[in-house]
Structure formats: C-alpha cells, structure tokens
C-alpha cells in the first residue's frame, strides 16, 4: 500500500474523505491504495495520487517518510510538494471529498476521531517524520 500527503505552497496540506460506500466510510485520510503486480512503490503513489485527486506527480518528486508496517500491509509514506494553484478533482467513486488543511488540522482530526481508523497508528508513528520532511510546525 501506498499514500501520498501532499502540501502546497502556502503550507496546507491535502485530506480526503472516503466514499459513503468504502470501508471506513467517511474517514478522511492521506490519498493513496494499492499498488499493482509489477508497479513500483513510487509509482503506485503517483497513480493513486492521480486518480484519487487527478493531481499528476512524477514518481521522482515523491519522498519516503518511512514504511509501516502493519498486520495485514505494507504502507510506504510520501510527501510530496503541489503548487498553490493545485487543482484537485475527486474520483468520486473512492473519494466523497477533500480539503487543503493546516498540518494542525491533521491532528486536531486524528484526535477528534475524523480520520480513517487505519490512519490512528500510522499517524501516531510517521507524522512527527512527516512535519520534519515537510518543514513544518506540528
């Protein structure tokens, strides 16, 4: 599995919502997924990122935050920088919503119990990486 937290120019950082109809309905998240036979890392990033989002990263200007490892997956994290004027449209059958949020905002959502029930303990072990790589204060 991969995902992707995007931050733009002025700081704010890309959350999306799943579907009323996915697993952890309503839970927002990272954009990401699966990746498929034979795809790279980097390159599932790029196409989850895409097709969740339809922003268009080249698999180089991605960075690995780290890999978590859970019971059932694999998660590689990555940041990557979007520019102001980012325009996000949803693929509306994975992603009911998104929103360009302050990195504070991520966690005033984890601890409000907003997030995806999967994104608790992978937060609670990359995000102190992530506002690092991302230059930012958590």
């Given at each position: 599995?991969?995902?992707?937290?995007?931050q733009r120019e002025d700081g704010a950082v890309l959350?999306?919502?799943r579907a009323a109809d996915k697993e952890f309905a309503f839970g927002w998240e990272f954009p990401g997924g699966s990746a498929l036979a034979g795809e790279s890392s980097r390159n599932a990033?790029?196409?989850e990122l895409r097709e969740?989002?339809?922003?268009?990263?080249?698999?180089?200007?991605?960075?690995?935050?780290?890999r978590?490892?859970?019971?059932s997956a694999v998660l590689d994290?990555?940041?990557v920088r979007a520019t102001s004027n980012a325009e996000v449209t949803l693929q509306q059958s994975e992603v009911m919503a998104a929103e360009w949020v302050p990195p504070a905002e991520v966690l005033r959502?984890?601890?409000a119990g907003a997030m995806a029930d999967p994104w608790i303990a992978r937060l609670d072990s990359l995000w102190p990486s992530t506002t690092?790589?991302?230059s930012i204060v958590p």
């Amino acid at each position: 599995m991969v995902a992707v937290c995007v931050q733009r120019e002025d700081g704010a950082v890309l959350l999306t919502q799943r579907a009323a109809d996915k697993e952890f309905a309503f839970g927002w998240e990272f954009p990401g997924g699966s990746a498929l036979a034979g795809e790279s890392s980097r390159n599932a990033a790029s196409r989850e990122l895409r097709e969740e989002s339809g922003l268009d990263v080249l698999p180089s200007t991605l960075t690995l935050i780290d890999r978590f490892v859970e019971t059932s997956a694999v998660l590689d994290f990555y940041v990557v920088r979007a520019t102001s004027n980012a325009e996000v449209t949803l693929q509306q059958s994975e992603v009911m919503a998104a929103e360009w949020v302050p990195p504070a905002e991520v966690l005033r959502r984890l601890n409000a119990g907003a997030m995806a029930d999967p994104w608790i303990a992978r937060l609670d072990s990359l995000w102190p990486s992530t506002t690092l790589a991302l230059s930012i204060v958590p």
